[in-house]
């Protein structure tokens, strides 16, 4: 069983939602999958009201305010998220994090409101291409891993990682099932010396970063890699049905 998460970012107004329920079916090849989508927020109570949506297909923030109510023009709270049907909030994006701004603190901020609010984080950790050819791929992901856990004391809370190295995001250039593995196995061995074995296990950690239909079966196999962040792809019922029928 894997997890299989589409992040369909600013795309998908609330009829093409509808329209993508109708046309993404689950069926029994994907049925052992978790599969989440992160619509954009307008489009979130549409997903989760609409009749043809498998209530299989579960659904998540792609942001949040860390506040739960107040004076933030534009910004949504773990609880407006959890009210109009999100399980999952996704925090610490590359985009967050490099269009935006956003620091390891905040995205700590983010976990912590997540949590206190019954929503399952998902946090995205990744270098840039930049940091990887100066070989500091292993200290950048564990420093945002590491402040990330600042706001999850309890082993026994579930929250999920996803690596996606920027350099791969929206580029057409994915990491290489090596590449995947020794990332996912760095992070694995930080959450087992921070929070034990059997968090360490349990933890998914999903890929993502040019996920296609072509390459999801290989990412999917490859060592402690447990599920697929998928971005432009996601969209498109069709590869997404590919990608979600892939296993590794
Ligand atoms: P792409 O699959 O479009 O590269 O996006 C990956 C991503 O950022 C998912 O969160």
Redo the contacts with the bound molecule.
């Keep these: 069983m894997a997890v299989i998460a589409g992040?369909w970012?600013m795309h998908m107004a609330p009829e093409e939602a509808r329209a993508f329920f109708c046309a993404f079916q689950v069926d029994p090849v994907m049925a052992d999958h978790e599969i989440v989508i992160f619509p954009p927020s307008v489009s979130l109570f549409t997903a989760c009201e609409c009749e043809y949506r498998d209530p299989r297909v579960q659904l998540g923030i792609q942001n949040l305010h860390w506040e739960d109510r107040g004076a933030f023009t534009g910004e949504i709270s773990a609880s407006m998220a959890v009210r109009a049907g999100a399980n999952y909030a996704?925090l610490g994006?590359?985009?967050r994090r490099h269009v935006f701004g956003e620091t390891d603190e905040q995205v700590a901020l983010k976990v912590a409101s997540a949590l206190r609010h019954d929503l399952i984080p998902v946090v995205?950790v990744g270098e840039t291409l930049e940091e990887r050819e100066a070989g500091r791929v292993d200290e950048v992901i564990l420093r945002q891993l590491d402040s990330a856990l600042v706001s999850i004391p309890d082993p026994e809370t579930r929250f999920l990682i996803?690596y996606?190295p920027v350099w791969?995001?929206?580029?057409g250039k994915t990491a290489t099932p090596l590449d995947a593995a020794a990332a996912h196995g760095t992070l694995r061995g930080r959450l087992e010396r921070a929070m034990g074995a059997a968090t360490a296990a349990r933890t998914e950690i999903l890929y993502?970063?040019?996920?296609q239909p072509s390459n999801a079966a290989i990412l999917l196999a490859a060592c402690d890699v447990d599920g697929v962040?998928?971005?432009?792809?996601?969209i498109n019922p069709e590869s997404f049905t590919e990608i979600a029928r892939a296993s590794g």
């Design positions: 992040n970012k996704l994006h590359s985009e995205c996803a996606e791969a995001i929206g580029t993502g970063g040019s996920v962040l998928v971005g432009g792809a996601s």
